[in-house]
């Protein structure tokens, strides 16, 4: 009886050692990202990184996955072909709530964990063309980004703010961010759109060319249309300081979101749980994986989500008291 009484104990300590979350066969989840010269890459690598150092203890394995950005991200979390995704905020509302590129098709399963970095939607232009403000684009060949960008919606959103006719008025590009920076210096198109952190490998290579450029400005009263009308949508700066060679001698002035990361209600609670649990519990070393992680807060991550938590991020944010 006493040996009974020891056994069933000795099992209830093992049980409530072992972590709930832990899978009995390995799992596997694939984060998308973006191009690998931008910021989702790397961040993609850093949140797997995290996690991954415990696989033994998870029995969970991530793995990073380069993709066209935010809105490939989304309908592939949509789809079940991703498990994570990062996402701009503005993309994650416009697809939750059914907006924009999810007019009438909103994606009901996606889920947010938690935000990363800030991005600023970013102009960079070929010097030589006197492309100073967002009206100077006009009559000038443009990358506006690939259809799986998260950049493309935001071209369309300060041409219109701005009064720019995009079949019209200027000759727009649909090619991917990584594919910009050469493009430009080649002479093949005078601008380019990048929503992004800062720095990044794009921008980097697109300064550091013979062809000299510049960051575009948005004007003040544009910014100002664009935050009154859209929510997702705060003032941002270009930090000229992190690109040696660009020929703007002022941080320029423009609008920005926020990076996410998204997943689907599909996706179970311990997977999602481990990889919230593992960035926030491992937050300085995380914070120094990438420059553009530099101001994070743990509380400022719980900033700027539109879709519902995961009720496996919830059960970290409550269990560390960073949600009640
Ligand atoms: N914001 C971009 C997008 O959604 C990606 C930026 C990056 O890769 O860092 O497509």
Redesign the pocket.
């Known amino acids: 009886m006493k040996r009974m009484l020891f056994l069933t104990l000795a099992l209830a300590v093992a049980l409530t050692l072992m972590p709930l979350s832990s899978f009995a066969a390995p799992t596997y989840v694939t984060i998308g990202?973006?191009?690998v010269t931008?910021?989702?890459?790397p961040t993609g690598g850093a949140i797997a990184k995290m996690v991954n150092k415990k696989r033994k203890e998870y029995n969970l394995r991530a793995t990073v996955e380069s993709t066209g950005?935010?809105v490939f991200n989304v309908n592939a979390i949509g789809t079940g072909d991703l498990e994570f995704g990062v996402v701009?905020s503005d993309r994650q509302y416009q697809a939750y709530n059914g907006v924009a590129d999810w007019e009438g098709a909103p994606v009901k399963k996606l889920r947010a964990v938690f935000s990363i970095h800030p991005?600023s939607v970013t102009i960079v232009a070929n010097a030589g063309k006197n492309i100073k403000t967002v009206a100077d684009l006009k009559g000038k060949i443009v990358n506006i980004g690939n259809p799986g960008?998260?950049?493309r919606g935001n071209a369309m959103d300060l041409f219109e703010a701005a009064g720019i006719n995009v079949d019209k008025d200027l000759q727009a590009e649909g090619m991917k961010a990584a594919e910009s920076a050469s493009m430009l210096q080649d002479g093949r198109i005078d601008a380019f759109f990048y929503?992004?952190?800062h720095p990044?490998g794009s921008v980097k290579e697109a300064v550091s060319g013979a062809t000299k450029v510049n960051f575009v400005e948005v004007p003040g009263d544009i910014v100002k249309k664009l935050t009154d009308k859209f929510s997702y949508y705060a003032p941002a700066e270009i930090p000229v300081d992190q690109y040696s060679g660009v020929t703007n001698t002022a941080d320029a002035s423009t609008f920005g979101v926020k990076a996410t990361l998204c997943t689907s209600s599909d996706v179970s609670d311990a997977a999602v749980y481990a990889i919230t649990k593992e960035v926030f519990d491992n937050f300085d070393e995380f914070k120094t994986l990438h420059p553009a992680f530099a101001k994070l807060t743990k509380e400022s991550m719980l900033q700027g989500l539109s879709a519902p938590l995961h009720p496996g991020a919830i059960k970290y944010y409550k269990e560390v008291g960073l949600m009640k």
Request: hydrophobic residues 10%; charged residues 5%; aromatic residues 12%.
């Open positions: 990202t973006g191009g931008g910021v989702y890459y950005g935010s701009q991005e960008s998260g950049q929503t992004v952190g990044n």
